[in-house]
């Protein structure tokens, strides 16, 4: 069936690198996203990548997709304390209705 | 109008209550999302709207749970006899076109429930 995993917490400090990872099992998944969740409010979506890239970069965001390992990350360049958030990566089901299925999502917290 | 809009912000029932939670989708976007976030949780799909019609209503707990969507706009989703394991943040989402898979939704802010 469709699942999606991520490690719950991360913590680094602020001006590192943040890496959340995301593995997920549905290899016919053709788009994966990462959304963010900041306290008290729904989810953002930050970016997404289609399934036969292997890397996207946007800003000081980079996604790398590894499909054979079935394996999503996001590297955060220079970490903020405004970046501390859940993460959510998600995967579009195949079941045709369109539905995402998310991962647990990730907390992470930028010490300053 | 410009996001999607849930009401209420924030509900407190009581065990046994209906409730009724709404969402307003983007103008124009066809597909509607509900998902429910509990507490440590990822988000749980509940069901999915194409307009009026609910292709996949698949997530709905139980039959306590319904959803409706007139106008290919507003959604109410309706939890008969509330439980307090229904306490959690409902989201709603939208977006344009259900097949068109690059585009990622967008969420309102959720309605917190929680049952006493």
């Known amino acids: 069936g469709e699942d999606v995993e991520q490690s719950l917490f991360l913590s680094v400090r602020e001006g590192d690198s943040s890496v959340i990872n995301c593995t997920y099992t549905?290899?016919?998944?053709?788009?994966l996203y990462w959304y963010k969740q900041e306290p008290g409010a729904g989810l953002q979506l930050l970016t997404y990548?289609?399934?036969?890239?292997d890397m996207k970069q946007d800003q000081r965001l980079t996604v790398l997709l590894n499909k054979k390992d079935k394996h999503l990350s996001l590297r955060i360049a220079d970490t903020q304390t405004g970046d501390s958030a859940i993460y959510f990566c998600?995967?579009?089901?195949?079941?045709?209705?369109?539905?995402?299925?998310f991962g647990t999502g990730t907390r992470l917290k930028v010490l300053a | 109008g410009a996001g999607v809009s849930q009401s209420p912000s924030n509900k407190v029932t009581e065990k046994g209550k209906d409730v009724e939670l709404r969402c307003d989708p983007i103008?124009?976007?066809?597909?509607l999302y509900w998902y429910r976030q509990s507490l440590g949780q990822g988000l749980e799909f509940l069901i999915y709207?194409?307009?009026?019609?609910?292709?996949?209503k698949s997530g709905l707990p139980s039959d306590r749970f319904s959803a409706e969507r007139t106008g290919g706009s507003v959604s109410t989703l309706t939890i008969q006899r509330t439980q307090q394991e229904d306490s959690a943040v409902y989201l709603c989402a939208s977006s344009p076109l259900g097949p068109t898979e690059n585009y990622g939704y967008t969420f309102g802010s959720g309605t917190r429930l929680t049952v006493v």
């Open positions: 998600a995967e579009r089901g195949t079941s045709g209705t369109y539905k995402y299925i």
């Open positions: 549905d290899s016919s998944s053709t788009y």
């Open positions: 709207f194409q307009g009026n019609s609910a292709p996949d």
């Open positions: 103008s124009g976007h066809t597909a």
């Open positions: 990548i289609f399934s036969n890239m």
